[in-house]
């Protein structure tokens, strides 16, 4: 069992930049696939980026690319998203999840076995 728990999530100017955090319980985070997601009011959850078990590749959507890296720290059990040059329409609750196994079908969030309670990421225009 894996426990995510969001954090860093806020109120920001478009053009400024935000860093979220996903801790993890358990001593098996370096076993997991991490992914980002995010979903606006009214649309569905959509891919963010992902970031595999040692942090050698990382994929990231198209909208975001650019402007948002991921990143992790398995001695810290933590992955985080640096949110860069932020847009209104970036607004979403974020959740971070967590794949164990192979790093494939990243973006699929079906895939994923562990999810967080996400975080509200508000940016102004």
């Known amino acids: 069992q894996v426990q995510l728990v969001e954090s860093g999530g806020g109120l920001v100017q478009a053009g400024g930049s935000l860093r979220l955090s996903c801790a993890a319980s358990g001593r098996t985070f370096s076993s997991y696939a991490m992914g980002w997601f995010r979903q606006a009011p009214g649309k569905e959850r959509s891919f963010v980026g992902a970031i595999n078990w040692n942090g050698g590749s990382t994929s990231y959507a198209d909208s975001v690319k650019g402007r948002f890296t991921i990143s992790r720290d398995n001695a810290k059990n933590t992955v985080y998203l640096q949110m860069n040059s932020l847009k209104p329409e970036d607004t979403a609750v974020y959740y971070c999840?967590?794949?164990?196994?192979?790093?494939?079908?990243?973006?699929?969030?079906?895939?994923?076995?562990?999810w967080g309670q996400g975080t509200q990421v508000t940016v102004s225009s």
């Open positions: 999840a967590a794949k164990f196994g192979a790093y494939n079908y990243m973006g699929q969030g079906k895939t994923y076995d562990y």
